[in-house]
């Protein structure tokens, strides 16, 4: 019997890498056809998308969807990976840094940004991932990409003798290293920072209220069915047979008012027949579903 295709929302235990997750989500499913959408480092913990069979195809689309944190950075030391899990390699007084200052600081990294990526990061530089790299003593020169951070708040601030630690939460475009605006954060006050601590809330529609951790799973794995994962995530285009059809031999169908992105496409008994996008007036698929 081969596994439901679908998406299964883990809560990550802090130690183990996606990679990890994915592993144990398919001893569970039984099949060796399982991805995750968007990345979390070992440390931290929260929402990791995954997907079995054929919502595979799904976790591309679904990387590019908006992301929420919570997260800790403490500013006053600068590490070696810009989280905890690094090594010291300087530090600053950061106690009593101005109330103002802060949020003039914070307010720096809100909106269209331009980031670069941490040199522990998997970010392919030549064909190999930037943290190898670094880790064979050639770090990268990491070029500054375009995010977005939606919102950056500060909710506790908690001074610790010469450090001063943050309780913040991010709402973020794909791509957002949260280590990095701790990295910028303490850059920009010079007195460097680090993450601590961090728990994804939300990816796209699924929140952290929708994951289960994987002893839960382990007992019952909870696979949320493909057509379901697809219209959580993305705008509805119902078709017909006839349509139907056509998209699933890749063909194109008018569709002037198309909203833009991703749109999921369904037959007439609910069934997902592809993601299509506008183009030129019409949905052209770019994801067939249907055999």
């Keep these: 019997m081969s596994a439901p295709s679908g998406l299964v929302v883990v809560d990550k235990p802090p130690g183990l890498t996606s990679h990890d997750v994915v592993g144990r989500i398919r001893r569970l499913a039984g099949t060796r ?12 913990t929260g ?23 919570s997260a800790t950075i403490r500013l006053g030391q600068v590490t070696s990976t810009d989280d905890a899990e690094g090594e010291i390699i300087s530090a600053a ?16 990294l809100r909106g269209e940004i331009r980031q670069v990526p941490p040199a522990v990061s998997a970010i392919k530089v030549g064909g190999q991932r930037a943290y190898k790299l670094t880790r064979d ?5 990491l070029e500054a990409r375009t995010v977005t951070v939606r919102e950056l708040s500060v909710h506790e601030v ?16 794909s791509g957002t290293y949260i280590r990095a605006l701790a990295r910028d ?5 010079g007195v460097g920072g680090h993450l601590t601590a961090l728990r994804r809330t939300r990816v796209g529609p699924y929140r952290e209220q929708d994951a289960r ?13 493909l057509a379901d994962a697809a ?19 890749g063909g194109w169908l008018p569709a002037p008012e198309l909203a833009e992105g991703q749109v999921a496409a369904f037959g007439p008994d609910g069934t997902l027949i592809a993601l299509v996008t506008g183009e030129a007036g019409q949905a052209r698929p770019i994801a067939v579903f249907l055999p």
């Design 47 to 69: 929402v990791l998308v995954v997907g079995v069979e054929k919502a595979t195809r799904l976790l591309g689309y679904l990387t590019l969807t908006e992301k929420q944190y």
């Design 158 to 173: 908690r001074p610790d003798g010469d450090l001063l630690d943050l309780d913040v939460s991010v709402t973020c475009s």
């Design 185 to 189: 954060l303490g850059a920009g006050l």
């Design 213 to 225: 951790t994987l002893d839960e799973l382990a007992t019952d794995l909870a696979v949320l069915p």
């Design 93 to 108: 007084p950061a106690g009593q840094i101005p109330a103002e200052s802060l949020q003039a600081a914070v307010a720096t």
């Design 137 to 141: 003593g050639a770090p990268p020169k």
């Design 231 to 249: 219209a959580a995530a993305f705008p509805r285009l119902d078709v017909t047979a006839e349509q139907a059809a056509r998209l699933a031999h």
């Design 33 to 44: 056809r399982v991805g995750h959408a968007g990345t979390l480092d070992p440390m931290a």
